[in-house]
C-alpha cells in the first residue's frame, strides 16, 4: 500500500492523531475509574476513544515501516522505530483498561451496590482494578512521549544546533 497523502508521507500526518488521541483517551480512562462526575458525562466516549486507539496506532505503525524502507537508516530513526513498535501492546492494553473501568462502574451501577466500597474482596478487587487501569493509562501515556521523543530528535536532532 502507498502510505502518501499530497506527497507527504502519511505516518507525519497520523502521528499527530496518535499524539493526542492515546494521551486523551488514558486521561478519560482514569477519569472514568476515578471521578464519578467525568464518568457520567464521558459515558461510552471513553471505550470507543480506547477503541479507536489501537487501530490508529496500528495504521500509523504501518506508514512508518513504509517511510522506514525509504529514508537513511540512522541510528536515530532506528530508535524511534523500535520505540513505536512497543505503542500497539499499550494502545491494546488501553482499550481493555477503557472496557473493564466502564464496566466496572456500569455492572455496579447496575446492580445499585458500590463495589469500590465494598468490603473484603470487593475492595480488593476494586483496589487491584484502579491500580491496574491506572497503571495501563500511565504506561501508555509515557511510551507516546518516549516514541515522540525518539521521533523529533530523529528528525530535528541537530537541525537548530546548540
Known amino acids: 500500500m502507498n502510505y502518501e497523502f499530497n506527497g507527504l508521507p502519511l505516518h507525519i500526518l497520523l502521528v499527530h492523531a496518535v499524539v493526542v488521541a492515546l494521551p486523551v483517551a488514558a ?3 482514569a477519569a472514568t475509574m476515578l471521578w464519578p462526575t467525568a464518568r457520567r458525562r464521558l459515558g461510552m466516549a471513553t471505550p470507543l476513544l480506547g ?14 515501516e513504509w517511510l ?14 523500535n520505540d513505536g513498535r512497543t505503542l500497539l501492546p499499550w494502545a491494546w492494553a488501553l482499550l481493555g483498561a477503557s472496557l473493564a473501568a466502564w464496566l466496572w462502574h456500569r455492572v455496579s451501577m447496575q446492580k445499585r451496590i458500590a463495589v469500590h466500597l465494598g468490603t473484603g474482596w470487593g475492595r480488593t478487587a476494586a483496589v487491584l482494578l484502579i491500580v491496574a487501569v491506572l497503571a495501563v493509562c500511565a504506561g501508555a501515556t509515557a511510551d507516546v512521549v518516549v516514541t515522540g521523543e525518539a521521533g523529533s530528535r530523529a528528525v530535528w536532532g541537530g537541525v537548530l544546533g546548540s
Open 51 to 64: 477503541l479507536v486507539c489501537p487501530a490508529l496506532v496500528f495504521v500509523t505503525q504501518q506508514a512508518g
Open 27 to 29: 486521561l478519560c480512562t
Open 68 to 81: 522506514l524502507l525509504r529514508v537513511g537508516h540512522t541510528p536515530a530513526i532506528l530508535a524511534h522505530a
